[in-house]
């Protein structure tokens, strides 16, 4: 009897499905132009250039932030009459240290527990984190929940890293909040090695 999971060849991706209207931009140039040009374009539609030139800015610094992260890629929701989007989910590769697997070297990334799951794909690690805004955005904040995915195999190091964040306002209900963080996990629920 072999063991299936010690014997399968290496993922060469993922997959996930994303509601109806969400973009993936990669964290590179490119993907940093198409955002501005999506938001340019949303600006020019409401005519507020003041915005666009507000926006491009905010996308510049958030780009350089998302890359010191070593982020490679973001998932946007589509435009919207929202205030806040209601969500945004960044991936990026994890490798432990040697000596360290992938579960226990996401101590560092979170002080929050993390809760594993045993599922048909494998392994799946979530944690959940509350922040709120400093300054001018100090009544905003956000439910950040992140969810780890170890490389199928036995003693694997490597994975991915899945960090989505929930904005809300300080009056916005606990439901409301909660079916925010549902949406969130039913689209990880998708996530598929190829």
Request: net charge negative; hydrophobic share 40%.
């Amino acid at each position: 009897m072999t063991d299936d999971v010690a014997t399968a060849p290496a993922p060469t991706g993922f997959h996930i499905m994303m509601p109806p209207g969400w973009s993936r931009y990669l964290v590179d140039d490119e993907g940093k132009r198409a955002l501005i040009a999506q938001i340019s374009r949303r600006m020019r539609e409401l005519s507020r250039p003041d915005l666009d030139a507000e926006a491009r800015t905010l996308v510049e610094v958030q780009w350089r932030k998302l890359r010191s992260a070593r982020i490679t890629a973001i998932y946007l929701p589509g435009e919207g009459d929202e205030v806040l989007p209601t969500a945004s989910i960044a991936v990026r590769q994890h490798a432990a240290p040697a000596g360290t697997d992938f579960a226990q070297s996401l101590r560092a990334v979170t002080s929050a527990p993390i809760e594993t799951f045993d599922t048909p794909i494998g392994t799946v690690l979530r944690w959940v984190e509350e922040t709120r805004g400093e300054g001018e955005i100090a009544e905003i904040r956000s439910r950040q929940i992140g969810y780890g995915f170890p490389l199928p195999g036995v003693g694997e190091r490597r994975g991915l890293v899945f960090l989505a964040a929930t904005p809300y306002l300080d009056d916005s209900s606990e439901d409301m909040v909660d079916a925010l963080t549902e949406r969130v996990d039913t689209i990880m629920e998708t996530f598929r090695w190829r």
